[in-house]
């Protein structure tokens, strides 16, 4: 008996210890403790019978879940820090959930509800979309003429889903050296199980798998096929949490073989923003400058058919620095009017014409 009474006030001491330890970050140290405390309250309970048994046995496992829990942190740690490693590795940016939300995106809104439906509703309603089997996995083609904000929406789907945002540089997944480019896309696939939920996402895909011509090395022939493999094999529970999203403005420069069923097989066509989008373009770029003076977003959207959301912001942000340079000249404090904004528009061509919009309409229509 006198053994137990020091095994208790030992077990006092060391669950003090080892909340000490946590409230002070040192996870090591806790573990160590509650592991401690677990054995000798399992030791006093092999010695005790009755209520006495059972209270020693119940504290025991409450040491034992206060220790899991703390292990536990430590292997999603692990986790993350290992897919972290892997994508270092391979120069791509460590991912993190971007800013960006779909408030952020301007028009776009069938883009935005296709998404919704293939991607987002089905990620954060797991279960239901399950009892309605609705399906999802495999990728998804943004496409579309250059600016037009398929890399920001992208960044805006990772932000809704709470998924780590994986950029992918095709330039730094490519390799000459024999089996080390499908060796670069094995990795990437590895580190994104590792950081789940996670977007993978592929921009420019036509440079990482161009149309084959019959003249690709080896090691590019081999690298489509592996990455075909990976898109392909994403179908089991875990994989839910991973999605793979590419986008292009050439399109009819992909292998054919990735717009398969089961592959890239969701395309969605991203077009150049309409009247109202561009309103809600000038809005938002110029939302949070505080000099702001008469604009008529009407008329600005009207004069700016054919320019890009790239355009657009490029215009706000060179009207808003020809102010900003007055300013300074002239020590008079002047907001930012109409006529700035249409003064830039004059000098510069929208980066959109009609000869591209006729070529993404072929390629959609065919
Ligand atoms: N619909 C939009 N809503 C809000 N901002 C937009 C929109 N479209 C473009 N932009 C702005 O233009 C910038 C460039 O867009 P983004 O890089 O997404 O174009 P892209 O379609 O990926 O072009 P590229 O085909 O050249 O890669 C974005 O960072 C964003 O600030
Ligand atoms: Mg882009």
Redesign the pocket.
Known sequence: MKDDATNISKITKLLKEAINYETQGKKEEAIESYKNAHKYLLEIAKNSKGEERKKRLSQAENVLKAYNSLKNVDINEDKINNGKKILQSLNIETPEIPNITFN?????EDVKNEIMSKIIYPMRYKELSEEYDIEFGGGMLLF??????????VKAIANEVKANFINVNPSSLYSQWFGQFEKNISLLFKAAYLLSPAIIFF??IDTLVPKRSGNESDAAKRGVSQLLTEVGGLTSEKDKNIFIIA???NPWAIDEAILRPGRFDVKIY?PP?DYE?RK??FE??LAKIKPVGNIDYGHLAEITEKY???D??FICKKAIQNVFMEVVKTGNKIPVNSEDLMSVIYQIKPSIDENMLNRYKMYTDA
Do not use: Q, R
Not at 104 to 108: K, N, Q, S, T, Y
Not at 144 to 152: A, H, R, V
């Open positions: 952020d995106v301007a028009g776009l579309g003429p250059p600016g037009t904000g398929k890399t920001f929406i921009d420019e986008a292009t403005n991203v923003p989008a809600k373009l938002l770029k890009s959301g790239a657009i912001e």
